[in-house]
């Protein structure tokens, strides 16, 4: 008898294959003993946890870009002096280095815990870090992903972003794990990688070593025994995906409309890599994933450099640049919050420059100058602007540095609901919705227990969507999509639909998307956002897609 367990998918695509755990966790250090040398067992565990800052930063020197800065961040919580002085305290206090090692990161992962927001996602983070220290200091096999000899199906509790940016996707098929928003770490490496993905899937810890599973990441469904007529149809999806041909060019609708099709990166390998994808630029390059591990700001210079190695990878093409998005899930150490009670509702994003004003001019002078006689075309927006005066304010500093295109991100309600005025001084917005869903539906984006909430085609979010993109038709601007909801094929007819003129996604979801636009023209998917709209929920928007869209394209996804 098969069975299907409900997840959120990650990274599109549908595999068959037989589950292979992670190994397990270490087993928690007894309490009891004695300790002789008090300061040798305090060095060993110091010693453990540097090994495992080295191994992490190892692992990011080897995959390089996004995944390489997740790392060094963990990495550097690793060697963190408060975490150090508390198990040396532990330690003194008679426990041995494992124990103590234990007894701190947990201590510290539930200070963070009760913290909630962004903090909630480096307790795994933390998680990781306690497992590994702890293998090294008893002696037992490192947990974290086998060495895979047959291709295979991943499946854990959670994955940790170590293992995440190590996955070789010529042996791992597709993974499924237990936790996990749909904006972890995890989720984001998944969709880089192009590995079919479900997360926050309960009942996944369970799954036993060798049971047959697939793994449909496009609908979020994992069947554990799967019955002859699924295996079937996802052979004859992987059958039909290979066999047609996939359209090319900038992306357009059947009737021609054009859709500019664009990537986002995080860093200058990303951007090197994803240049090599046929896009027509980057949408979103997410700045601060640059500096997530730097304790000081970042010199003019050095922006200038990573800026420029950028637009030289997508000469010719527009590289829009996201000012600093430091904050809530993306903390930069140099940049000064304060006690937040709750960070995603805090000063973050451009409000960060009400404190620390010369971050953003440094950033917008540095811009500026690697945008100077460059290749690109160099577009500059803002996250998290609120208000038409914010927006208006921020275009008037950029231009001031020489900035021509200038533009907003559109991450809350409210700028959402007056985009109009919002596009009266901005050459264009960009729709967050990553950030809008969280705030529409006052649901934290990392909280996998309300996925449902989050889900991009919740009608209320699309109703902001449809109000930024009527902004846009009455000023005569562009209004793209960047957030995770653009990488979604048949979200991407409904965005269009509703007005939406550039979608920016990971380059791994260019082809299906490019393939889903060009299947349906502009009419088409005007009639399928109205279809959406008039639904009362994401599950019943989905269906009323999928009634509408080109059967032989689902075949596809
Ligand atoms: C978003 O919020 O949708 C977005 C693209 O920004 P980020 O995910 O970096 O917050
Ligand atoms: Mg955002």
Excluded at 68 to 80: G, I, S
Aim: charge should be negative; aromatic fraction near 4%.
């Amino acid at each position: 008898m098969s069975q299907i367990l409900h997840g959120i998918g990650v990274s599109p695509g549908a595999v068959a294959g037989h589950v292979v755990r992670l190994a397990p966790p270490p087993p928690e250090p007894s309490a009891g003993g004695t300790v002789e040398n008090p300061q040798l067992e305090a060095d060993r565990a110091i010693a453990a946890l540097a090994d495992v800052a080295k191994l992490l930063r190892g692992r990011g020197a080897t995959v390089g870009g996004t995944a390489e800065q997740v790392l060094e961040a963990e990495a550097m919580m690793a060697e963190d002096p408060e975490l150090h002085d508390r198990i040396a305290a532990l330690v003194a206090d008679g426990r041995s280095a494992a124990r103590a090692v234990h007894e701190g990161l947990t201590g510290f992962a539930e200070t963070l815990r009760s913290l909630g927001g962004y903090l909630g996602e480096r307790v795994a983070d933390l998680e990781d870090i306690r497992f590994r220290a702890i293998a090294l200091l008893t002696d037992v096999p490192m947990p974290g992903v086998p060495v895979l000899t047959t291709p295979s199906i991943l499946v854990a509790r959670d994955l940790a972003p170590a293992d995440t940016a190590v996955l070789d996707p010529a042996q791992v098929l597709g993974f499924v794990t237990e936790l996990g928003g749909p904006t972890s770490h995890t989720a984001i490496l998944a969709k880089q990688l192009g590995i079919p993905a479900v997360v926050g899937c309960p009942g996944a810890a369970d799954l036993e070593s060798r049971r047959q599973v697939v793994v449909d990441g496009f609908a979020g469904e994992v069947v554990v025994d799967p019955p002859e007529t699924i295996l079937r149809s996802v052979a004859a999806r992987a059958a039909a995906r290979a066999a047609a041909t996939a359209p090319t060019g900038p992306g357009r609708t059947a009737d021609g409309t054009p859709v500019a099709l664009l990537v986002n990166v995080g860093t200058v390998v990303d951007a090197l890599k994803a240049a090599a994808a046929e896009s027509e630029g980057v949408g979103l390059f997410r700045t601060e994933v640059l500096y997530l591990s730097r304790s000081t700001a970042p010199p003019v210079q050095a922006q200038v450099q990573a800026y420029r190695a950028v637009f030289e990878a997508f000469a010719g093409r527009k590289v829009v640049v996201r000012t600093l998005d430091a904050g809530a899930d993306k903390p930069l150490p140099f940049v000064h919050h304060g006690h937040e009670a709750n960070p995603a509702l805090g000063v973050r994003g451009l409000r960060v420059s009400r404190h620390q004003p010369e971050l953003l001019k440094d950033q917008l002078a540095a811009i500026a100058e690697a945008s100077t006689d460059c290749p690109a075309e160099v577009w500059v927006m803002a996250p998290m602007v609120s208000t038409p005066l914010e927006a208006a304010e921020f275009v008037e500093q950029a231009r001031g540095f020489g900035l021509t295109t200038v533009g907003a991100m559109v991450e809350v309600p409210a700028a959402a609901l007056r985009a109009e005025r919002v596009l009266q001084s901005c050459d264009f917005v960009s729709i967050g919705t990553n950030d809008l869903a969280q705030y529409t539906m006052a649901a934290d984006r990392m909280e996998a227990a309300l996925a449902d909430l989050l889900d991009t085609w919740q009608p209320a979010l699309l109703d902001l969507v449809a109000a930024v993109a009527e902004g846009g038709r009455r000023t005569g601007r562009p209004v793209g999509v960047c957030g995770e909801a653009a990488s979604d094929p048949l979200l991407a007819l409904v965005l269009v639909g509703l007005g939406v003129t550039s979608l920016s996604m990971a380059a791994t979801s260019l082809p299906p998307v490019r393939r889903a636009l060009a299947a349906h023209t502009l009419e088409q998917c005007r009639e399928i956002a109205r279809a959406v709209r008039d639904a009362d929920d994401a599950a019943s928007a989905r269906t009323a897609v999928r009634r509408l869209v080109d059967p032989d394209l689902l075949a596809l996804l």
